[in-house]
Every structure is written in C-alpha cells, then in structure tokens.
C-alpha cells in the first residue's frame, strides 16, 4: 500500500507539472504574440492619431 500512494503522489505532481508546462508554453507560442501584435497595432493608431492632429492644428 506504501508503494501505490508513493507511486500515486508522484504521478499526480507528474501530471500537475506536465498540465502546467504546457499552458505556459501555449501561453508563450500563441497568446504573447497576438498580445505583442495587439500592441503594435495600438501604437501605430496612437501615432496616426497624434500624427493627423498636428498636421490639421495649423
């Protein structure tokens, strides 16, 4: 019995660790970017934006 609970915590952090590894990694291949784009995007507006304000208050 000492054996199977030994065996069944270790494969329930395995488990844990594994569910966990890949969240972060599909966190950091798919949502960082489109994050990172999302804020270029902002950016670019925001200049336009400050850039067209300019050219028309004179």
Do not use: C, W, Y
């Amino acid at each position: 019995m000492k054996q199977f609970t030994k065996g069944l915590l270790i494969g329930t952090i395995a488990t844990i660790s594994a569910v966990a590894g890949g969240i972060f990694s599909f966190h950091k291949s798919v949502i960082k970017p489109i994050e990172e784009q999302e804020d270029k995007f902002d950016e670019n507006r925001r200049a336009a934006v400050r850039k067209g304000r300019s050219a028309h208050s004179k």
